[in-house]
């Protein structure tokens, strides 16, 4: 039988004893906590905002390109009487592109994205055509307002490539995690909602 200062020893020591062993307890819970945040089990959530604010900054250029046609309209006016068809055309699609609604889930609508894209497009070819024979014709050519026009639409035209640019190579990154290991396993057990994005077809191909 224990004497009175070992028993006292003993009871003294169970405290420290069940201190280290619960602490044990909480490390060995914590680890695969630890493991999943080492994982990448955030980055579906952290890629796919990138891809949204990306693609509101895509929106707003092609807003900006929009409301600098509107102004040029004015400028070019005197072209409707040489080329009314192709004065009419710019018109036609500015006021489309202008008033075109982008829902929420366009992203991952084909057909929705796949409409916004040729859209742009349009725009950007009838656009070229519309400046090239502007330029040729004196009473507009050689207004200012219609040139400074020209210089924002042209650097306006450098940051819509730059926009597309950087949606392309984010939404690349969240459709590779979305089929690649571990981001598809946390796709199927935590972020089954997550749906791939539409893309543009190529980082290089000239804004439109």
């Known amino acids: 039988m224990l004497n009175h200062p070992q028993s006292k020893a003993l009871m003294a020591a169970q405290p420290v004893i069940r201190n280290s062993s619960n602490a044990f307890y909480r490390a060995l819970l914590l680890t695969p906590v630890l493991l999943l945040a080492s994982c990448g089990i955030n980055n579906i959530p952290i890629f796919e905002q990138a891809v949204n604010d990306a693609w509101i900054e895509v929106q707003s250029q092609y807003r900006r390109r929009a409301e600098l046609v509107s102004e040029l309209m004015t400028g070019i006016e005197p072209l409707r009487v040489p080329e009314p068809e192709l004065f009419t055309a710019l018109e036609a699609v500015e006021t489309r592109v202008f008033e075109m609604h982008v829902a929420?889930?366009?992203?991952?609508?084909?057909?929705?994205?796949?409409?916004?894209?040729?859209?742009?497009?349009?725009?950007?070819?009838?656009?070229?055509?519309?400046?090239?024979?502007?330029?040729?014709?004196p009473e507009i050519a050689s207004d200012q307002m219609y040139q400074s026009l020209k210089i924002m639409l042209t650097e306006n035209s450098q940051q819509i490539e730059v926009a597309r640019r950087d949606y392309w190579q984010k939404v690349l990154r969240y459709n590779s995690e979305l089929i690649n290991v571990p981001g598809r396993w946390w796709r199927a057990f935590v972020y089954p909602q997550a749906l791939p994005k539409e893309n543009f077809d190529d980082p290089e191909i000239p804004a439109g």
Do not use: G, H, I, Y
């Not at 742009?120 to 090239?132: E, F, H």
């Open 104 to 137: 929420p889930d366009t992203l991952e609508d084909a057909d929705a994205f796949a409409n916004f894209q040729q859209q742009q497009t349009t725009l950007s070819r009838v656009l070229a055509a519309v400046l090239d024979k502007a330029d040729n014709l």
